[in-house]
């Protein structure tokens, strides 16, 4: 069954999905996380309490990809260049562990608030 999601941030409601890594699962199994939105570029990520190690980390990602960055433990959403992007590239500030996508729009995130509170949980959509 697939893990499938919501991400609330504001008003906005996102659904996603988690992939079958053993990273993924750790946040599925985590959840619900609701944190402090930090920005970076167009990247909002989210410190947990989850630790995992690299797990097939990618060092350049698609808009719409989760990550899990293992050195700050954070749940990352991408949705735009980061300011470690090289031309259209999306770059995180180190490998991420891929866990997922996000089904829906993701530029939508661009209206999400700094220090806004931000919630990730399960959902059946």
């Known amino acids: ?58 060092g350049v990602v698609e808009i719409g990809d989760i990550g899990y960055w293992p050195p700050g433990s954070a749940v990352c959403l991408f949705f735009g260049k980061t300011p470690a992007s090289k031309g259209d590239e999306i770059r995180p500030a180190s490998p991420v562990n891929i866990i997922g996508k996000i089904m829906e729009d993701p530029k939508q995130l661009k209206q999400v ?9 399960t959902s059946s959509w």
């Open 1 to 58: 069954m697939p893990r499938q999601i919501i991400i609330r941030a504001d008003t906005l409601s996102l659904r996603a999905k988690l992939n079958d890594t053993e990273t993924a699962k750790k946040v599925f199994d985590s959840l619900p996380i609701t944190g402090t939105v930090n920005t970076w570029g167009e990247e909002i990520y989210i410190t947990t309490l989850i630790k995992a190690g690299p797990e097939n980390p990618q």
């Open 113 to 121: 608030k700094p220090r806004s509170t931000i919630t990730i949980e």
